[in-house]
T-cell receptor, first 115, second 113 residues
Framework: AQSVTQLGSHVSVSEGALVLLRCNYSSSVPPYLFWYVQYPNQGLQLLLKYTSAATLVKGINGFEAEFKKSETSFHLTKPSAHMSDAAEYFC?????????????FGSGTRLSIRP | ETGVTQSPTHLIKTRGQQVTLRCSSQ?????VSWYQQALGQGPQFIFQ???????GRGNFPPRFSGLQFPNYSSELNVNALELDDSALYLC????????????FGPGTRLLVL
């Protein structure tokens, strides 16, 4: 079975500061891992995905995540926060041999940016 | 190329009623999936349709049902609404069942009183 745990339901950083959103996963097989962003009143947008290639994955809007098997982690980072990054972020996992829709989401982390 | 659209954007129903939510998939996408996102939670998979057939289902009761039409648009029907059905319902489309990138619509927010 697969699951993800997002540490911290709310993270607040200053504009220009490092963004670090934590995600730990559990999977019985090598997983595919994803980060999605959800802006208010919008659907989910894929930020980046790990599908067993390079362990450091670069996504849109300057975000990146590193797959660390030894720590079962897939933390999301951005060197310098921008006001437009304020949103809800979801980490997700699925088996490589399963359909794209059978994806398990974490409970989300709300990112706030202080001026 | 149009994205995934959903209607209505908001809906209020009372317990015991029935509701139909609609989704138009992204152009060319033949697979549609539905998710329920309760307040403060991540989305949960309800079911997927591929070429008008249900092709996978999550842990939801039979009163949650769906349809996919020849143009790949889709409906989610919920019968005998319960208070706990209040949530944001998201539709996502993809090109084929194995495609790992889904494109999500903005959702329909359902409130059951």
């Amino acid at each position: 079975a697969q699951s993800v745990t997002q540490l911290g339901s709310h993270v607040s950083v200053s504009e220009g500061a490092l963004v670090l959103l934590r995600c730990n996963y559990s999977s019985s097989v090598p997983p595919y891992l994803f980060w999605y962003v959800q802006y208010p009143n919008q659907g989910l947008q894929l930020l980046l995905k790990y599908t067993s290639a390079a362990t450091l994955v670069k996504g849109i809007n300057g975000f990146e995540a590193e797959f660390k098997k030894s720590e079962t982690s897939f933390h999301l980072t951005k060197p310098s926060a921008h006001m437009s990054d304020a949103a809800e972020y979801f980490c997700a996992v699925r088996r490589p041999d399963s359909s794209a829709s059978k994806i398990i989401f974490g409970s989300g982390t709300r990112l706030s940016i202080r001026p | 190329e149009t994205g995934v659209t959903q209607s209505p954007t908001h809906l209020i129903k009372t317990r015991g009623q029935q509701v139909t939510l609609r989704c138009s998939s992204q152009s060319g996408h033949n697979t549609v999936s539905w998710y329920q996102q309760a307040l403060g939670q991540g989305p949960q998979f309800i079911f997927q349709y591929y070429r008008e057939e249900e092709n996978g289902r999550g842990n939801f009761p039979p009163r949650f049902s769906g349809l996919q039409f020849p143009n790949y648009s889709s409906e989610l029907n919920v019968n005998a609404l319960e208070l706990d059905d209040s949530a944001l319902y998201l539709c996502a489309s993809s090109l084929r069942t194995g495609e790992e990138t889904q494109y999500f619509g903005p959702g329909t927010r359902l409130l059951v009183l």
